[in-house]
């Protein structure tokens, strides 16, 4: 386009040349209002059957050759919180409160009672308290086994 102004007879024109050309085309409704780009009719037909890629799939299991152990080995680098539990007591938040120095709280087992094992919050065992070199530490002396640990939560 030059940078002259069109006058308005011109305008008129181009805008009746381009009203005969959309009555004109052949195109339906629907694909006027369509995003879509245009689909070549001549290769639309060519290729009706779609294609699709061959997939090939290795050998199931060939990444075992990678693991180093199995089972048990697989997890002993994982981190898991032990505690031991010496006893249990309930208090009102006034006793709580009154708590200090040299205050002694009482708990439900009595001195020299086997203390629990916790393992990410389950008993996996009992055993006493002992000192060594200054240190507390827990000699385990039974090992509660699956089926002892269901039942002991649902009597509790």
């Not at 001549?42 to 050998?59: E, L, M």
């Not at 060939?62 to 539990?85: C, K, P, Y």
Request: glycine share 8%; aromatic share 2%.
């Amino acid at each position: 386009m030059s940078d002259e102004a069109l006058s308005k007879e011109e305008l008129q024109e181009l805008i009746k040349a381009g009203s005969e050309q959309d009555a004109a085309s052949p195109c339906a409704d629907s694909e006027l209002v369509s995003d879509r780009q245009p689909v070549d009719q001549s290769q639309a037909k060519q290729n009706s059957d779609p294609v699709v890629p061959s997939v090939a799939f290795g050998q199931l299991g060939a990444g075992a050759d990678n693991v180093t152990g199995s089972g048990v080995d697989l997890i002993m680098d994982v981190n898991v919180q032990v505690s031991v539990e010496l006893g249990r007591s309930v208090m009102r938040v006034r006793d709580v409160l009154g708590l200090g120095p040299g205050s002694v709280v009482e708990l439900d087992k009595h001195a020299g009672e086997a203390v629990e094992i916790v393992v990410n919050n389950k008993m996996v065992a009992r055993g006493e308290v002992v000192v060594i070199d200054e240190n507390f530490g827990v000699r385990i002396t039974e090992i509660i086994s699956g089926k002892a640990r269901e039942s002991d939560a649902l009597a509790a």
